[in-house]
């Protein structure tokens, strides 16, 4: 995965140790892998003893693998040995085939424990460390993505880094590397400390000067309207050549700028996106929810891991889809992503996985893996399955050809070859006309062979789970379930919500100290959270509120935005610093603005401070809210397709607020009804509050006084919709609540 280029100032000392001979080692290109090194089960390395999944995976390496600490970096010191820094996570292919092919290859263990302490990172248990070492490389090459393998000083300054390396290649790498190192140090010192020093300057995006505090001017979201537009594929949806990812910020932006200015082109941009996305392969056909990403233009061949994240951010997407359209096809979605979130990554204790694996066994009795064995198939085994007559519908619906349907250009390893991926490529009425039947009839038929193929496809063995529960994708699944509850009134979704705000407050939150945890496995908490742990927890704590009316989740979102201001304010330039002040390792403190395939950390906290500045009429975390926008300023002018979230809090900070208070009884039917007129429609820039005469109405009193006031009319539940905290008159007339609501702010 490649992020937007931020600078190629250190390519040219990238290669000034090694030449460009080397550099050409950073290309991955396609090869024939030699055959898998089996490593004895006995042996272990300092790996052993950690909870992620992702460094136990290498905790029988030949390779001496450290985690990321002090042991390994005072080892690095005292021996003055390079350090090899591998970044990857549990569900990356490319990872999986690196820990195959090469640090379970004897010859290249060999070379590393010789010559260097090397040093294994969860990038998603350490956001920190990965942010730091990825802004590098993509520095250096103008792209970056895992696995990340970067060469450091023992005072882990980086000289040289990549991606993907075939084991001959890396295996001559490293001799080149530990040769430099002995017979020129001075050259590779010097370049790793201009590297660094340049590297301190890219990832705190921290001007010169200090950002000027002037207003962000309107014109910013036409211009990323009109920059998100210019890559738009017009005949396959989305944005942008081959890789397709979904991207669900852009999207989310997009619909806002549709609601802020009623022009369509943003709206059909996303809808056409959103239905291209769903009939194609990367989309889960079989068991619902999506893939990562489309290795090709048409969205049919994904890179097939499932993660939390992306879950999360669709449901949420497909959801406004529907709050916008009301058509049942988005809704359908929707439901089919929480419903395969609360299937398949759901863990027994509670709390959401953080990923499954693209790669699995081949077979039970057989310990081969390949990326996509779970869910490709063979025409023979769906007409095995189906019979002669429904496999001959059902192939002709999905996509499915005899000898394959995936191009080989799409399958560099030969691993999908004679595979078909499922993907939509006739609607349920093209393949009834077809086939002579009525659409009722079809529709019945291909629901019956999906299910068969659902059933089988159940036997074979199943994807591995990053089984880890991460804070900051929990919070954002938590956000998707009670969103989805509330717009399809929904309950089931709404409990699943609230069990998961419990399981994280009760095993990711100190309250003594009144901090997260970044995530927890195998009963218990590790690590210190991050920026995004809070923003994600703060964004679905304001959601869960507003679909259940707990007023707890809003006092705690009070609690732990002031914790994040301490813990990761920058008091020099604003915005927030993605990780506290308490690693003295880390040669920098990032501080992202990049909305990729998640918002950045930035991103959200500058929407969650509006959003509660809204809601606890609080004008320092107004102010606050500004100074996080003006501290990436220049990008949001210069770039703002690469920050969609952003321009998502800028679209919000310039809207004409609307808080909407219903003062009942959030479970008599009056009440229902017109909570019903608010959640049937997409109003992104509202607050919505209930007044039910209890300790919560208190509350929320005590941060905005008017709601003192609110009451039944006549013992009727009652709407007060207003702008800027001024009201329009009180109703109990769901018709007349229906068109406030529809007025233009």
Same mark, same amino acid.
């Given at each position: 995965m490649s992020r937007v280029q931020k600078s190629s100032a250190l390519?040219?000392?990238?290669?000034?140790?090694?030449?460009?001979?080397?550099?050409?080692?950073?290309?991955?290109?396609?090869?024939?892998?030699?055959?898998?090194?089996?490593?004895?089960?006995?042996?272990?390395?300092?790996?052993?003893?950690?909870?992620?999944?992702?460094?136990?995976?290498?905790?029988?390496?030949?390779?001496?693998?450290?985690?990321?600490?002090?042991?390994?970096?005072?080892?690095?010191?005292?021996e003055q040995k390079l350090i090899f820094l591998s970044i990857g996570y549990y569900t990356c292919h490319w990872c999986h085939v690196m820990e195959r092919e090469s640090y379970s290859n004897p010859e290249i263990a060999a070379v590393l424990n010789?010559?260097?302490?090397?040093?294994?990172?969860?990038?998603?248990?350490?956001?920190?460390?990965?942010?730091?070492?990825?802004?590098?490389?993509?520095?250096?090459?103008?792209?970056?993505?895992?696995?990340?393998?970067?060469?450091?000083?023992?005072?882990?300054?980086?000289?040289?880094?990549?991606?993907?390396?075939?084991?001959?290649?890396?295996?001559?790498?490293?001799?080149?590397?530990?040769?430099?190192?002995?017979?020129?140090?001075?050259?590779?010192?010097?370049?790793?400390?201009?590297?660094?020093?340049?590297?301190?300057?890219?990832?705190n995006e921290s001007p010169a000067v200090p950002a000027s505090r002037d207003a962000l001017p309107p014109a910013i979201l036409d211009q990323a309207v009109t920059q998100i537009s210019g890559g738009y594929d017009k005949s396959n949806g989305g944005f942008g050549p081959a890789p397709k990812f979904p991207r669900p910020v852009t999207l989310d932006f997009l619909l806002r700028s549709y609601a802020r200015t009623g022009q369509s082109g943003p709206r059909e941009m996303t809808l056409a996106t959103l239905r291209a996305m769903a009939h194609g392969g990367i989309h889960d056909q079989l068991g619902g929810g999506f893939h990562r990403y489309s290795t090709d233009a048409e969205w049919r061949v994904p890179h097939f891991e499932k993660m939390l994240y992306d879950q999360a951010q669709l449901a949420i997407i497909y959801t406004d889809a529907w709050q916008i359209t009301h058509e049942e096809y988005f809704s359908a979605i929707a439901r089919d992503i929480l419903d395969f979130t609360l299937r398949e990554m759901l863990q027994p204790a509670g709390g959401f996985a953080s990923a499954l694996d693209a790669d699995s066994t081949l077979a039970r009795a057989k310990p081969e893996t390949a990326e996509g064995a779970y869910y490709l198939w063979r025409a023979s085994e769906i007409e095995s399955l189906l019979g002669n007559s429904d496999a001959a519908m059902f192939d002709f619906a999905y996509g499915v050809e005899s000898g394959g349907n995936v191009p080989a250009s799409q399958d560099a390893r030969h691993e999908l070859t004679g595979k078909n991926v499922l993907y939509e490529r006739y609607t349920a009425k093209e393949t009834a006309g077809h086939f002579g039947l009525t659409e009722n009839q079809a529709r019945q038929k291909l629901a019956a062979a999906l299910q068969s193929l659902f059933e089988a496809r159940s036997r074979r063995p199943r994807p591995p789970t990053d089984d880890k529960i991460v804070t900051a994708w929990n919070g954002m699944m938590i956000s998707a379930l009670a969103r989805a509850s509330a717009a399809f009134n929904e309950p089931r979704y709404l409990e699943a919500a609230n069990s998961t705000e419990k399981f994280v407050e009760a095993h990711l939150y100190d309250p003594k100290l009144q901090r997260l945890s970044r995530s927890y496995r195998a009963g218990s908490a590790a690590s210190i959270g991050f920026l995004d742990d809070y923003t994600g927890l703060i964004g679905g704590l304001l959601d869960l509120y507003e679909a259940g009316f707990d007023?707890?989740?809003?006092?705690?979102?009070?609690?732990?935005?002031?914790?994040?201001?301490?813990?990761?304010?920058?008091?020099?330039?604003?915005?927030?610093?993605?990780?506290?002040?308490?690693?003295?390792?880390?040669?920098?403190?990032?501080?992202?603005?990049?909305?990729?395939?998640?918002?950045?950390?930035?991103?959200?906290?500058?929407?969650?401070?509006?959003?509660?500045?809204?809601?606890?009429?609080?004008?320092?975390?107004?102010?606050?809210?500004?100074?996080? =926008? /003006?501290?990436? &300023?220049?990008? @949001?002018? +210069?770039?703002?397709? !690469?920050? *969609?979230?952003?321009?998502?809090? %800028?679209?919000?900070? =310039? /809207?004409?607020? &609307?808080?909407? @208070?219903? +003062?009942?009884?959030? !479970?008599? *039917?009056?009440?229902?009804?017109? %909570?019903?007129?608010?959640?049937?429609?997409?109003?992104?820039?509202?607050?919505?509050?209930?007044?039910?005469?209890?300790?919560?109405?208190?509350? %929320?009193?005590?941060?905005?006084?008017?709601?003192?006031?609110?009451?039944?009319?006549?013992?009727?539940?009652?709407?007060?919709?207003?702008?800027?905290?001024?009201?329009?008159?009180?109703?109990?007339?769901?018709?007349?609540?229906?068109?406030?609501?529809?007025?233009k702010p």
């Amino acid at each position: 995965m490649s992020r937007v280029q931020k600078s190629s100032a250190l390519f040219a000392v990238s290669l000034l140790a090694f030449g460009g001979a080397a550099f050409g080692l950073l290309r991955a290109r396609p090869y024939q892998p030699p055959a898998r090194q089996e490593t004895p089960p006995a042996q272990t390395n300092h790996l052993a003893g950690e909870k992620s999944p992702y460094l136990l995976l290498h905790a029988h390496n030949p390779v001496d693998w450290y985690p990321w600490g002090e042991e390994a970096f005072e080892k690095a010191r005292r021996e003055q040995k390079l350090i090899f820094l591998s970044i990857g996570y549990y569900t990356c292919h490319w990872c999986h085939v690196m820990e195959r092919e090469s640090y379970s290859n004897p010859e290249i263990a060999a070379v590393l424990n010789k010559y260097f302490v090397s040093i294994k990172v969860d990038r998603e248990e350490r956001p920190d460390v990965d942010r730091l070492y990825i802004a590098y490389v993509e520095s250096a090459t103008g792209s970056a993505g895992w696995p990340l393998n970067v060469l450091l000083t023992p005072d882990r300054k980086p000289f040289f880094g990549g991606t993907y390396f075939p084991p001959d290649q890396l295996k001559s790498l490293l001799q080149k590397v530990a040769e430099a190192w002995a017979n020129d140090r001075a050259s590779v010192t010097g370049t790793a400390s201009r590297a660094a020093q340049e590297l301190v300057q890219i990832v705190n995006e921290s001007p010169a000067v200090p950002a000027s505090r002037d207003a962000l001017p309107p014109a910013i979201l036409d211009q990323a309207v009109t920059q998100i537009s210019g890559g738009y594929d017009k005949s396959n949806g989305g944005f942008g050549p081959a890789p397709k990812f979904p991207r669900p910020v852009t999207l989310d932006f997009l619909l806002r700028s549709y609601a802020r200015t009623g022009q369509s082109g943003p709206r059909e941009m996303t809808l056409a996106t959103l239905r291209a996305m769903a009939h194609g392969g990367i989309h889960d056909q079989l068991g619902g929810g999506f893939h990562r990403y489309s290795t090709d233009a048409e969205w049919r061949v994904p890179h097939f891991e499932k993660m939390l994240y992306d879950q999360a951010q669709l449901a949420i997407i497909y959801t406004d889809a529907w709050q916008i359209t009301h058509e049942e096809y988005f809704s359908a979605i929707a439901r089919d992503i929480l419903d395969f979130t609360l299937r398949e990554m759901l863990q027994p204790a509670g709390g959401f996985a953080s990923a499954l694996d693209a790669d699995s066994t081949l077979a039970r009795a057989k310990p081969e893996t390949a990326e996509g064995a779970y869910y490709l198939w063979r025409a023979s085994e769906i007409e095995s399955l189906l019979g002669n007559s429904d496999a001959a519908m059902f192939d002709f619906a999905y996509g499915v050809e005899s000898g394959g349907n995936v191009p080989a250009s799409q399958d560099a390893r030969h691993e999908l070859t004679g595979k078909n991926v499922l993907y939509e490529r006739y609607t349920a009425k093209e393949t009834a006309g077809h086939f002579g039947l009525t659409e009722n009839q079809a529709r019945q038929k291909l629901a019956a062979a999906l299910q068969s193929l659902f059933e089988a496809r159940s036997r074979r063995p199943r994807p591995p789970t990053d089984d880890k529960i991460v804070t900051a994708w929990n919070g954002m699944m938590i956000s998707a379930l009670a969103r989805a509850s509330a717009a399809f009134n929904e309950p089931r979704y709404l409990e699943a919500a609230n069990s998961t705000e419990k399981f994280v407050e009760a095993h990711l939150y100190d309250p003594k100290l009144q901090r997260l945890s970044r995530s927890y496995r195998a009963g218990s908490a590790a690590s210190i959270g991050f920026l995004d742990d809070y923003t994600g927890l703060i964004g679905g704590l304001l959601d869960l509120y507003e679909a259940g009316f707990d007023v707890h989740f809003l006092t705690w979102a009070v609690t732990l935005q002031q914790q994040q201001d301490q813990l990761f304010w920058d008091l020099k330039a604003g915005g927030y610093f993605d990780a506290p002040a308490s690693d003295p390792d880390l040669l920098a403190r990032t501080r992202e603005s990049y909305d990729g395939a998640e918002p950045s950390p930035n991103s959200v906290a500058a929407m969650n401070l509006l959003r509660l500045s809204q809601i606890t009429d609080r004008a320092d975390w107004r102010a606050r809210a500004q100074s996080t =926008l /003006a501290a990436f &300023r220049a990008r @949001l002018q +210069a770039d703002p397709e !690469a920050v *969609p979230a952003l321009a998502s809090a %800028l679209d919000y900070s =310039l /809207a004409q607020k &609307r808080q909407i @208070l219903i +003062a009942g009884d959030s !479970a008599a *039917p009056d009440t229902r009804a017109l %909570l019903r007129l608010v959640n049937d429609r997409f109003l992104p820039n509202k607050i919505l509050l209930l007044a039910d005469d209890a300790s919560g109405q208190k509350q %929320l009193a005590s941060w905005l006084p008017f709601v003192a006031g609110a009451h039944r009319i006549h013992g009727q539940a009652t709407a007060y919709i207003c702008e800027n905290y001024v009201c329009k008159l009180p109703t109990a007339d769901p018709a007349v609540a229906a068109r406030l609501l529809d007025a233009k702010p």
